[in-house]
């Protein structure tokens, strides 16, 4: 069973930031938070993961709660092409398999 | 460099039929996964390999074969196809390093079974 809950579906005005909340508060210290997303039906595509500090790469920020229970994906400025679904997904670093949940269906509207 | 690239990206089969689905990947990756997409639904993993010649189940392994001769292929195999293997089939690939970690993923396979 996956070990998050996201909301399923959520939308975001164009050039907004677009916040997407994930709580994993079963998450265990060498457990990392990663988020994929999947435009329509292509493959999944990774944007960011992260143990505990705040990450930021060209794609997205990942902010993390100090006791690690939750985090938020950030788009700092959704575009339409951002539409799709987003899974938050807990595993230990390395290449154990990635366990999918439903995710959140970020729709961004014109 | 194509990633990971998936054959055929579409089939339709009779009940009973079998058929192979490909996956390569020229990252030199040690790991691969296949996973299996029902509509609405998140991924769910049939099959992984942590190497050349090894396999190993997932969560939903039943009424498929996979098989892992040379490291950049990964094969998914129906035997007797049902109904209900309907689905979109997604391959996918990772690093074993320490820095490894990170999927990249394949167009996707859609089977349709009759």
């Known amino acids: 069973d996956a070990k998050t809950t996201q909301p399923p579906s959520m939308d975001c005005a164009e050039g907004r930031a677009a916040n997407l909340p994930c709580n994993h508060s079963?998450?265990?210290?060498?457990?990392?938070v990663y988020w994929y997303r999947q435009i329509h039906s292509q493959g999944p595509q990774y944007i960011i993961h992260?143990?505990?500090n705040n990450e930021t790469n060209e794609m997205a920020s990942l902010i993390i709660t100090e006791d690690r229970k939750s985090s938020t994906l950030i788009l700092p400025h959704a575009t339409l092409r951002d539409t799709a679904v987003y899974y938050c997904?807990?595993?230990?670093?390395?290449?154990?398999?990635?366990?999918f949940g439903k995710g959140t269906r970020l729709s961004v509207i014109a | 460099n194509a990633g990971v690239t998936q054959t055929p990206k579409f089939r339709v089969l009779k009940t009973g039929q079998s058929m192979t689905l490909l996956c390569a990947q020229d990252?030199?990756?040690?790991?691969m996964y296949w996973y299996r997409q029902d509509p609405g639904m998140g991924l769910r993993l049939i099959h992984y390999?942590?190497?050349?010649?090894?396999?190993a189940k997932g969560e939903v392994p039943d009424g498929y074969n996979v098989s892992r001769l040379k490291k950049q292929n990964f094969l998914l195999g129906l035997e007797s196809a049902a109904p209900s293997q309907t689905s979109v089939y997604f391959c996918?690939?990772?690093?074993?390093?320490?820095?490894?970690?990170?999927?990249?993923f394949g167009e996707g396979s859609r089977l349709t079974v009759l």
């Open positions: 079963t998450i265990s210290g060498n457990e990392y």
């Open positions: 992260g143990l505990k």
């Open positions: 997904i807990v595993r230990v670093r390395g290449n154990t398999p990635l366990v």
């Open positions: 990252m030199n990756h040690e790991y």
């Open positions: 390999s942590v190497g050349e010649g090894t396999t």
């Open positions: 996918a690939s990772s690093y074993s390093g320490r820095d490894g970690g990170e999927l990249f």
